[in-house]
């Protein structure tokens, strides 16, 4: 904000300082002359009002602005298709405000947008990039919410567009991805509820230590169809797709395990389908848990941080050939200050969940799923940096099909 108030602010006072500047040089004072201390003084008064005049019309001095542009420069090989080789380059582009109203609240904006099409949109075959955006380049209002304390132990949260996993008392993952199938280290039935309206809570208990371990318990609601003014939908219809999510937590800075239970009624539609089984989409209630862990070393260089999850899920009443059960899981490492300091690595690999037990009789065709991927970020500076990074899997959509891609991401954050 403080830039936008110098573009403004700029213009305004050179345009008023101007007429101050031009008598200003003249003739040495006289008696007689317009220039007495007191015109100069009226006309600096003048000059501080109409400043702060402007000034009264800009943001407030506690928002705060940040943001990001993307460049995606890639490629991905889909062997069951012939056309899918091609290098592609897009973009995204995202800005951040905060305002805070009282100095321990924030008001989130988010607004993004993006041409992101095709494979690096496609979260089917799990080469959805964490980067990427499909506005088709219009600009929209991606994310808002409220966030406030009550007293000293809970954070609240409330807004017409927020995800379950902003609602913790600490992120569900440490792990950073390239591809968005191992957010939440990984993505699954347990987290990401999709944009909806919502409300949460977050308990951390007090400790004196700041590096010691503590306790925390998240809980929230979020509502599908919250935005739904029609017969059965919005915050607590009975058609309502909504996503009730609860997480408790034991740890400190250096390491953590937790464990998050989900119940999701009326479908996963709209919520995760797309990081599990096809075989597991369908209209019914799930029961979801998430079990996760990390590590984080002394130092960093040489020995990574450490992310490990575990998926699993149960659907209530599927459809003949419908996953009844499915399972999943991923190992992340990643490695801060890796050969040059500020520079990073990360690898990842797993199994999205899949099918472990199907009504009636058959077979997942991605039972044996893989996935990975590997990157190396470089900081050029503090504002830039470049990723290449390279990603695969196999099993994923139907047996037999395998998948790599490699990108070069490169990020100006401001």
Same mark, same amino acid.
């Given at each position: 904000m403080k830039l936008f108030q110098r573009l403004l602010v700029a213009p305004a006072a050179l345009g008023l300082m101007a007429p101050l500047a031009a008598n200003a040089d003249v003739s040495p004072v006289s008696s007689e002359s317009d220039l007495s201390?007191?015109?100069?003084?009226?006309?600096?008064?003048?000059?501080?009002?109409?400043?702060?005049?402007?000034?009264?019309?800009?943001?407030?001095?506690?928002?705060?602005m940040s943001g990001k542009a993307a460049f995606i420069t890639g490629y991905v090989d889909d062997d069951s298709e012939s056309d899918t080789d091609s290098i592609t380059m897009e973009y995204m582009y995202q800005l951040n405000l905060n305002t805070s109203f009282t100095g321990e609240d924030n008001l989130y904006t988010r607004i993004k947008t993006g041409n992101v099409s095709d494979h690096f949109g496609d979260s089917g075959q799990g080469t959805y990039l964490s980067a990427a955006n499909k506005n088709g380049g219009t600009l929209k209002v991606d994310k808002l919410w409220y966030q406030f304390p009550v007293g000293d132990s809970l954070q609240v949260w409330v807004g017409p567009r927020i995800e379950n996993y902003y609602m913790?008392?600490?992120? $569900?993952?440490?792990?950073?991805? *390239? =591809?968005?199938?191992?957010a939440n280290g990984p993505n699954g039935s347990s987290y990401g509820s999709s944009t909806s309206p919502g409300f949460g809570v977050a308990w951390t208990q007090e400790v004196e230590d700041p590096s010691a371990a503590r306790w925390a318990v998240s809980a929230n609601y979020t509502a599908k169809d919250g935005a739904d003014s029609s017969s059965d939908n919005g915050l607590f219809g009975e058609k309502t797709r909504n996503f009730v999510l609860t997480k408790i937590e034991y740890g400190s800075p250096q390491w953590q395990v937790s464990l998050?239970?989900?119940?999701?009624?009326?479908?996963?539609?709209?919520?995760?389908?797309?990081?599990?089984?096809?075989? $597991?989409?369908?209209?019914?209630? *799930? =029961?979801?848990?998430?079990?996760?862990?990390?590590?984080?070393?002394?130092?960093?260089?040489?020995?990574?941080?450490?992310?490990?999850?575990y998926e699993s899920a149960s659907m209530d009443s599927p459809s003949a050939g419908q996953a009844e059960d499915t399972s999943g899981w991923m190992i992340g490492l990643g490695w801060k200050d890796l050969f040059v300091d500020g520079n990073r690595a990360g690898v990842a690999f797993g199994s999205r969940q899949a099918a472990t037990g199907i009504k009636g009789s058959g077979s997942d065709p991605s039972e044996d799923n893989t996935v990975w991927e590997a990157y190396y970020e470089f900081k050029i500076n503090d504002g830039v940096t470049v990723t290449p990074a390279v990603f695969g899997s196999t099993d994923v959509e139907a047996e037999g099909k395998d998948i790599t891609g490699a990108v070069l991401l490169t990020e100006f954050r401001f």
């Open positions: 201390s007191e015109i100069i003084q009226a006309r600096v008064d003048g000059v501080e009002a109409q400043l702060g005049e402007v000034m009264a019309g800009q943001f407030s001095s506690s928002t705060k913790l008392a600490s992120s $569900a993952s440490i792990y950073k991805p *390239i =591809t968005k199938q191992f998050a239970t989900s119940f999701k009624e009326n479908g996963a539609n709209g919520y995760d389908g797309y990081y599990h089984s096809k075989l $597991a989409d369908h209209d019914g209630d *799930i =029961t979801a848990y998430g079990l996760r862990g990390y590590w984080k070393p002394d130092e960093t260089g040489a020995i990574p941080e450490i992310q490990v999850g």
